[in-house]
């Protein structure tokens, strides 16, 4: 069975009402258990469970360290073009955002990759705009040669391609695919995508199954918190995951929190998360499921970030540029969106030391994949 049969199995309304009804006692209970069900997870991010965040990040920080020990990995996205055909009405990107668009050359790719290099980076996000005749998988094709002699982790966030498409790009050197569903509410994803393949709801949620199927390393999921009753994600959220743990267990898995963040034409949150939500949201998440990568980007604040790589975190950006060609030539003209945490990449590894844990460059290591 596909994730899309059961997610039309849980109705939102029924949920918001479940969680809003659990108790302190569902809470206390969630904690104490060694290992957590989707119900704990419901109640552990519940309002109950507000005056919990104390005991729910001791055991956050518990089991993330038991697992990852004390390291962040750090990585960094290089942003390959802001062309875009869709419209996304929280998005800089967006097709009929007055902007000015580009896709780098290979001259300016050259540059970037240089630049990012000296900066100390082996692990790489790409990203870009969903163009698919501008940059879809013919561009890709050509393009992740010329990278990936430079990373050893390379990661996409671009548009969703098929199954085939995964496979060709592995053999390319591709390690990870980030897609993030926005929100698992239909009416609200189809008020928010107004143009463009991206408007196919069912084709971005079964994305991650297809890369399941391609048999990828890693697979980054999550939605745009503040589209949508953030709680009732956070469950959607946690039922997608655990159905691809459990349809395809040999693929690693990320979660990552993005916030609504100000940007060319942007929105206001209808469920705003604050910084004591996302905290509870991140620590939820480990007690669910203690072996995934929680992620968090510069998106968010210095001072945010700084905790919550003591709690419950294990990658994070830094020193990001989302315009295309922003490390050799800074240049906000062409940025998707504002970042909070504007320290230098080396900054932030001082910071992580400064807490007592470990920057990590080199997030992977050939020789564990069995690849030499
Ligand atoms: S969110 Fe992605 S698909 Fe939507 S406008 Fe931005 S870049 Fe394009």
Redesign the pocket.
């Known amino acids: 069975m596909s994730f899309a049969a059961e997610l039309a199995k849980l109705d939102w309304d029924q949920l918001a009402l479940t969680i809003n009804s659990k108790t302190a006692a569902d809470v206390e209970r969630a904690l104490a258990k060694p290992k957590r069900d989707w119900q704990d997870f419901l109640a552990l991010v519940s309002p109950a469970a507000d005056s919990y965040l104390e005991p729910l990040a001791i055991n956050s920080q518990r089991l993330t360290q038991q697992r990852f020990g004390r390291n962040i990995g750090l990585y960094v996205p290089l942003y390959l073009s802001?062309l875009?055909?869709?419209?996304?009405d929280?998005?800089?990107?967006?097709?009929s955002n007055k902007l000015k668009r580009h896709t780098l050359t290979d001259d300016e790719l050259s540059a970037e990759i240089g630049a990012i290099k000296k900066l100390g980076f082996d692990s790489l996000l790409l990203v870009?705009?969903?163009h698919e005749t501008k940059v879809g998988i013919d561009y890709f094709r050509r393009t992740l040669p010329q990278i990936k002699p430079h990373f050893n982790y390379l990661m996409m966030e671009v548009?969703p391609l098929d199954t085939e498409e995964y496979a060709e790009l592995k053999t390319l050197g591709l390690d990870a695919v980030m897609v993030y569903q926005?929100t698992y509410h239909r009416r609200t994803y189809a008020e928010h995508?107004l143009r463009?393949n991206?408007t196919n709801f069912d084709y971005r949620l079964a994305t991650p199954e297809r890369l399941g199927q391609a048999g990828i390393d890693k697979v980054g999921i999550g939605v745009l918190l503040g589209m949508a009753n953030w709680r009732v994600e956070a469950a959607l959220l946690a039922a997608h995951l655990d159905y691809l743990q459990r349809t395809y267990w040999r693929t690693r898995y990320s979660v990552s929190f993005p916030r609504l963040r100000p940007c060319t034409g942007g929105i206001e949150p209808v469920s705003p998360v604050g910084e004591r939500q996302l905290l509870q949201l991140i620590c939820a998440l480990r007690l669910f499921a203690p072996e995934v990568d929680l992620s968090l980007s510069t998106r968010e604040s210095a001072r945010f970030r700084d905790n919550a790589f003591q709690l419950g975190v294990t990658t994070a950006s830094a020193g990001s540029s989302t315009s295309p060609g922003g490390y050799a030539t800074p240049n906000d003209d062409l940025a998707?969106f504002d970042i909070d945490d504007n320290r230098s990449p080396q900054a932030v590894a001082e910071a992580i030391k400064a807490i007592g844990m470990q920057p990590v460059w080199k997030d992977w290591d050939p020789a564990y994949s069995g690849k030499i």
């Open positions: 802001n875009c055909a869709n419209d996304c929280y998005c800089g990107f967006s097709m870009t705009g969903e548009q926005e995508h463009g991206k998707q």
